[in-house]
């Protein structure tokens, strides 16, 4: 017997100005979009992933649990909040469970490392070289401590805690995989080898930089800015020469990392927009790995299959994907 039944996952992302959340719904092998918001938050309220007013940010966490029906929910918090280890096993026992391995290889430790007594850590683990590896991604205890009690005093239960750049991983499941990760106020190349995180590295260069670039060549306000990125992004078709030059400028970093490193084998690559799409970034990147470069689009993933994508606004799409990309982990083939 099958069931019909519509399931549903709800992710919660929270940042120290924002709380967003959107609800998935499930029917058979068709996914929509239920609900979705961006709630505000005042300044002080969270600093760095600490929570420093429990009370208003339980205000702001009840308010969402009246409106969505799966109290059972995901988290996510900024990837700076993580400790990311990975390790090695050695080779792969069949007849011990991994926990027991992972506290074996943690006690050969030279000496015990701090974060082993502050921090909580999720692992997961892979095989690679016929060894075992594992991935501990660790989260402060007095924070991990404060979501969790928070939630359930707003009547909400954390079913997992994760970090906004790994939600993307078993979207790269198999080889290896970098993801350009371009946010409002900053980016990052994200590696992956068959879906588990190897590393990341971070560059000065968003969505915010390149506006203001424009403002300062350009001596025009923020909203005509905006339109001129979204109208020209990088190509050569803008009306001002100082624009283009110095909006290559600001890219110069990434594309030289991306030009100078080498992965062997050669590594997928996919930009990720957290805001609009930057016109001709795509074909820049490309050039200078000198390699293929696709823009990530969730909704073009071939094995899962939306059917009402329009309720979510086209510019908002972008914002949600690392919930949406975490939400299709519980639904993982």
Same mark, same amino acid.
């Given at each position: 017997?099958?069931?019909?039944? #519509?399931?549903?996952?709800? *992710?919660?992302?929270?940042? %120290?100005?924002?709380? +967003? ?5 499930? $029917? ?18 969270? #600093? ?6 429990? %009370? ?65 850590? $999720? ?7 016929? #060894?075992?590896? *594992? ?27 994760? +970090? ?21 106020? %900053? ?6 080898? %068959? ?10 260069? +968003? ?16 909203? $005509? ?5 979204? #109208?020209?992004? *990088? ?57 293929? *470069? ?40």
């Amino acid at each position: 017997m099958f069931s019909t039944k #519509k399931q549903s996952k709800s *992710v919660i992302k929270i940042t %120290d100005t924002h709380i +967003s959340y959107i609800t998935i719904q499930k $029917e058979k092998s068709l996914f929509s979009i239920d609900k979705y918001e961006i709630i505000d938050i005042p300044e002080g309220i969270i #600093k760095y992933g600490e929570i420093l007013k429990a %009370d208003i940010f339980s205000k702001k966490i009840k308010e969402i649990q009246e409106k969505i029906e799966n109290k059972n929910v995901d988290v996510l918090l900024s990837h700076d909040l993580f400790l990311s280890h990975h390790g090695i096993l050695g080779a792969k026992d069949q007849k011990q469970k991994p926990k027991k391995r992972i506290k074996n290889y943690l006690h050969n430790f030279s000496q015990v490392e701090p974060w082993q007594k502050s921090h909580i850590c $999720e692992f997961e683990t892979f095989t690679f070289d016929k #060894k075992e590896h *594992v991935l501990l991604t660790c989260l402060q205890k007095d924070i991990q401590s404060s979501y969790f009690h928070l939630f359930k005093k707003s009547g909400l239960t954390i079913a997992s805690i994760n +970090s906004d750049m790994l939600a993307f991983g078993h979207l790269f499941s198999e080889g290896q995989s970098s993801v350009v990760c371009i946010n409002d106020k %900053d980016s990052c190349v994200i590696d992956f080898k %068959d879906g588990m995180f190897i590393g990341h590295k971070e560059f000065q260069l +968003s969505h915010a930089h390149l506006i203001n670039d424009i403002m300062k060549d350009v001596s025009i306000n923020k909203e $005509e800015s905006l339109r001129v990125l979204e #109208k020209y992004g *990088v190509l050569r078709t803008h009306k001002d020469e100082r624009v283009y030059k110095r909006l290559h400028r600001s890219l110069a970093s990434l594309l030289d990392y991306l030009k100078k490193r080498k992965t062997k084998p050669k590594s997928k690559i996919s930009v990720i927009y957290t805001t609009l799409p930057i016109k001709g970034l795509s074909d820049e990147l490309s050039y200078s790995a000198g390699e293929n *470069v696709d823009d990530f689009n969730i909704f073009n993933i071939k094995k899962y299959t939306f059917k009402e994508i329009l309720s979510l606004v086209k510019k908002d799409s972008y914002y949600y994907q690392s919930h949406i990309a975490q939400a299709l982990r519980f639904w993982k083939k």
